[in-house]
């Protein structure tokens, strides 16, 4: 309602006259129409027939006004802004019923964004068949919620509704990603997401200036993300997650113009090197091949000696064994720890083997397995435990080989079942964790 009374206040102001006169003929024109329009209908017509030109009004309010600040928790927010992203509807189980919402992005011009959610199906038809990027909108009946990454508007009881002609958009700048986003890249690879949201059913690794990006189309935009192609995609959503690269939604509207084609060899990548474009080139998506291995809490993808941790956010989509991870993130913890992060919208593919190691950079951090023992050297004196393996020297402070000690097992067979998380730096590794199926997770204190 705040909002709808700023509306009327600045009419009231374009025409000359005081709030309460224009609202009694606002009133008037309501009773005379039969209650057939809305007061505010009724007050465009009323500001109309008063010399107002309501285009250049509304064109001129969508300049001065910007999206305040709401608070957490508010209920029966309404708010007036341009449409920067209109995405396709989802299928999420919400409390364990299958549920449609459609996101769409509204900002101003001054940088000032929201994500509105629409959870009602009447409201998901009308803003499909209505809304496009550059329409102004009215959007009332919200419910607000500040999450890390902006401003969220939940409506599933309110109304969405166009006040404005649409216009030619810039993008919009979000706390994480950008609205209105275009991309330019050459497609790596393409594939089904394990999860089928009803919408986004074609995705797509592709390797842009700014990183490799996972785009996600619609099922029309297959042919347009074909392997080898060379594309620009606009009015996407970037979804933000490390070191600027992240998903990229294209939205209903969203074109794709093939720029140019070309070959494409086969996008899998060892965890080595994985590590290596992680540390090269920063956070990526990739198709890494390797086995599967759980440890009693922790789960990695594994490559002859190396491994890295493995987060899987699909219950039961990844199994123990060798297998194909495809359109996974590949990117560093806030301990500035290696990880790969398996989500709805990454898949399998079959286990082929890709020979490669990392290249070894100082002071990074590292998983290993050791296939062999060469040499152990037990200090005891000193609480020091070296050894080495397939050519590479390993150490570790007392911390190790104390808890190694207290836990009564054989040191050698410890080290052989165990993923070791090391840093790299002159002298070999530093043993910094230790992480066993067979006992319980050793770290460095």
């Given at each position: 309602?705040?909002?709808?009374?700023?509306?009327?206040?600045?009419?009231?102001?374009?025409?000359?006259?005081?709030?309460?006169?224009?609202?009694?003929?606002v009133?008037?024109?309501?009773r005379?129409?039969?209650?057939?329009?809305?007061?505010?209908?009724?007050?465009?017509?009323?500001?109309?027939?008063?010399?107002?030109?309501?285009?250049?009004?509304l064109?001129?309010?969508?300049?001065?006004?910007?999206l305040?600040?709401p608070?957490?928790g508010?209920?029966?927010?309404?708010?007036?802004g341009t449409?920067?992203?209109?995405?396709?509807?989802?299928?999420?189980?919400?409390?364990?019923?299958s549920?449609?919402?459609?996101?769409?992005?509204v900002?101003?011009?001054?940088?000032?964004?929201?994500?509105?959610?629409l959870?009602?199906?009447?409201l998901?038809?009308?803003?499909?068949?209505?809304?496009?990027r550059?329409?102004?909108?009215?959007?009332?009946?919200g419910?607000?919620?500040?999450l890390?990454?902006?401003?969220e508007?939940?409506v599933s009881?309110?109304?969405?509704?166009?006040?404005?002609?649409?216009?030619?958009?810039?993008m919009?700048?979000?706390?994480?990603?950008?609205?209105?986003?275009?991309?330019?890249?050459?497609?790596?690879?393409?594939?089904s997401?394990?999860?089928?949201?009803?919408?986004?059913?074609?995705?797509?690794?592709?390797?842009?200036?700014?990183?490799?990006?996972?785009?996600?189309?619609?099922?029309?935009?297959?042919?347009h993300?074909k392997?080898?192609?060379?594309?620009e995609?606009?009015?996407?959503?970037?979804?933000?997650?490390?070191?600027?690269v992240?998903?990229?939604?294209?939205?209903i509207d969203?074109?794709?113009?093939?720029?140019?084609?070309?070959?494409?060899?086969?996008?899998?990548?060892?965890?080595?090197?994985?590590?290596?474009?992680l540390?090269?080139?920063?956070?990526?998506?990739l198709?890494?091949?390797?086995?599967?291995?759980?440890?009693?809490?922790?789960?990695?993808?594994?490559?002859?000696?190396?491994c890295?941790?493995?987060?899987?956010?699909?219950?039961?989509?990844?199994?123990?064994?060798k297998?194909?991870?495809?359109?996974?993130?590949?990117?560093?913890?806030s301990?500035g720890?290696?990880a790969?992060?398996?989500?709805?919208?990454?898949?399998?593919?079959?286990?082929v083997?890709?020979?490669?190691?990392?290249?070894?950079r100082?002071?990074?951090?590292?998983?290993?397995?050791l296939?062999?023992?060469?040499?152990?050297?037990?200090?005891?004196?000193?609480?020091?435990l070296?050894?080495?393996?397939?050519?590479?020297?390993?150490?570790?402070?007392?911390w190790?080989?104390?808890?190694?000690?207290?836990?009564?097992?054989?040191?050698?067979?410890?080290?052989?079942?165990?993923?070791?998380?090391?840093?790299?730096?002159?002298?070999g590794?530093?043993?910094?964790?230790?992480?066993?199926?067979?006992?319980?997770?050793?770290a460095?204190?």
């Open positions: 309602m705040e909002m709808e009374k700023d509306v009327l206040r600045a009419l009231a102001d374009a025409a000359g006259v005081s709030l309460d006169e224009f609202m009694k003929r009133g008037e024109k309501v005379v129409l039969g209650g057939a329009v809305t007061v505010e209908a009724a007050a465009y017509l009323v500001a109309k027939e008063m010399g107002v030109d309501v285009t250049v009004f064109e001129e309010y969508r300049r001065e006004y910007q305040k600040e608070v957490s508010l209920r029966g927010f309404t708010l007036l449409v920067f992203f209109v995405g396709a509807p989802r299928t999420f189980m919400v409390g364990g019923r549920k449609r919402v459609m996101k769409i992005v900002g101003d011009e001054k940088g000032s964004a929201a994500y509105v959610s959870w009602s199906e009447p998901i038809q009308k803003a499909l068949n209505n809304i496009k550059g329409s102004l909108v009215r959007i009332s009946g419910s607000v919620k500040k890390a990454r902006g401003i508007i939940s009881r309110g109304d969405i509704e166009v006040v404005g002609a649409g216009e030619e958009l810039g919009l700048e979000l706390e994480r990603g950008a609205a209105n986003f275009k991309i330019l890249g050459k497609v790596l690879d393409q594939y997401p394990i999860y089928n949201d009803g919408s986004y059913t074609t995705i797509a690794l592709v390797d842009s200036p700014q990183g490799i990006f996972r785009v996600l189309g619609l099922t029309r935009h297959r042919d993300l392997p080898g192609l060379v594309i995609a606009d009015g996407a959503l970037l979804e933000e997650r490390r070191g600027g992240g998903d990229v939604f294209l939205g969203s074109r794709i113009d093939v720029i140019d084609e070309g070959p494409c060899g086969e996008f899998r990548f060892s965890v080595g090197n994985a590590y290596s474009v540390y090269l080139e920063g956070p990526s998506y198709n890494i091949a390797g086995e599967v291995v759980e440890t009693d809490k922790n789960m990695f993808i594994c490559s002859g000696n190396y890295l941790p493995l987060y899987v956010r699909v219950e039961d989509a990844v199994k123990p064994g297998t194909c991870l495809r359109g996974v993130f590949v990117a560093r913890l301990s720890r290696p790969v992060y398996f989500d709805r919208y990454s898949s399998l593919c079959d286990y083997e890709v020979p490669g190691g990392p290249i070894l100082e002071g990074e951090s590292f998983y290993l397995r296939d062999r023992i060469d040499e152990l050297t037990i200090n005891l004196d000193k609480m020091h070296q050894f080495k393996s397939s050519g590479l020297e390993f150490r570790a402070s007392s190790l080989l104390e808890r190694l000690i207290e836990l009564d097992v054989d040191i050698e067979e410890a080290l052989l079942n165990s993923i070791l998380n090391c840093v790299w730096g002159p002298g590794f530093r043993v910094r964790a230790l992480y066993s199926k067979g006992f319980k997770d050793v460095e204190r």
